[in-house]
């Protein structure tokens, strides 16, 4: 797993995330999936993307564990608590977690390795410039990619796409 080094927890945690970005492109929609998981080691909350299915392109999962954990944490709590997740914050989202004020990231892939990906794929750039977390929210401990797991997430983009090529056909 190159130079990042997870417990077995953390990269339950993240094999998680792949499964719900799984569940994701096997409900028609982006995959993409995230957990939120307290200091003392309890899953909080688990979600997908659902850009797709809903129509709405705010609807990340990173996204929606930001405004349940403002809504629902104390300032301690997020602090403490770590975000998993399949891919790396897009902006948007490392904005919401920055000001929610939650603790660590741990991401799959990279919004670097999803751009290559993506340009592979012929798919057009998005309205929005991929920068890294660390961009957005500086003081942020952020981990990631995981290798092993970022050629799962890898996978799972390119049946995506190729599954909207063929129905756009």
């Known amino acids: 797993m190159g130079g ?17 970005a799984t569940e994701a492109l096997i409900a028609g929609d982006e995959p993409f999936g995230s957990v939120l998981v307290s200091a003392d080691g309890v ?12 129509g709405n392109r705010t ?3 990173e996204l929606r564990i930001a405004l349940w954990a403002s809504e629902n ?5 997020r602090a403490g608590a770590t ?3 399949s891919g790396e914050h897009c902006p ?8 929610a004020g939650l603790g660590r990231i741990v991401y799959a892939s990279s919004s670097e390795q999803l751009v290559s990906w993506l340009k592979d794929l012929g798919v057009p750039a998005a309205p929005v410039q991929p920068l890294p977390i660390r961009d957005i929210v500086p003081n942020l401990k952020v981990d990631g990619p995981v290798p092993d797991l970022a050629e799962q997430v ?10 909207s ?4 056909k």
């Open 73 to 77: 944490l104390n300032a301690a709590d």
């Open 92 to 99: 948007m989202c490392a904005a919401a977690h920055g000001w």
């Open 83 to 85: 975000v998993f997740t």
């Open 43 to 54: 899953v909080l909350l688990e979600d997908h993307n659902h850009v797709v299915t809903s």
């Open 59 to 61: 609807r990340h999962p």
């Open 154 to 163: 890898r996978a799972l983009h390119y049946r995506f796409h190729a599954l």
């Open 4 to 20: 990042l080094m997870l417990n077995d927890k953390e990269l339950n945690h993240l094999q998680r995330c792949v499964e719900l």
């Open 165 to 168: 090529k063929k129905q756009k």
